[in-house]
């Protein structure tokens, strides 16, 4: 499936609740997915429940999905034009080790 394809099916099926809901409300529910993602990290590596953690993850794609409909931005053409290469280098692969927290 294409990140078009999985906008769309968003789109589909959430866009009459989203646009109810609005992008203040919908945004809060992207950082509380990314607040539940989080708390499943907190973990050692040993003790995290990826199936927990994939579907936190899932919940996030889903969200971006909705805010990008709202905002009627086509995610597969922003993600692939901004990733294409390091957008910080320009590099592929990213050269910026030295420059990692
Ligand atoms: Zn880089």
Redesign the pocket.
């Known amino acids: 499936m294409e990140i078009s394809e999985f906008q769309q099916k968003m789109r589909d099926l959430y866009i009459h609740n989203d646009k109810k809901r609005g992008i203040h409300r919908t945004s809060l529910w992207l950082g509380e997915e990314m607040g539940e993602l989080m708390s499943e990290l907190k973990y050692s590596i040993d003790k995290i429940d990826k199936q927990a953690v994939a579907a936190e993850m899932a919940d996030i794609y889903a969200w971006v999905a909705s805010l990008a409909n709202l905002l009627e931005i086509d995610l597969q053409s922003i993600i692939l034009n901004k990733y294409d290469k390091?957008p910080?280098?320009n590099?592929d692969p990213?050269?910026?080790e030295k420059n990692l927290p």
């Open positions: 390091c910080k280098c590099s990213c050269i910026c």
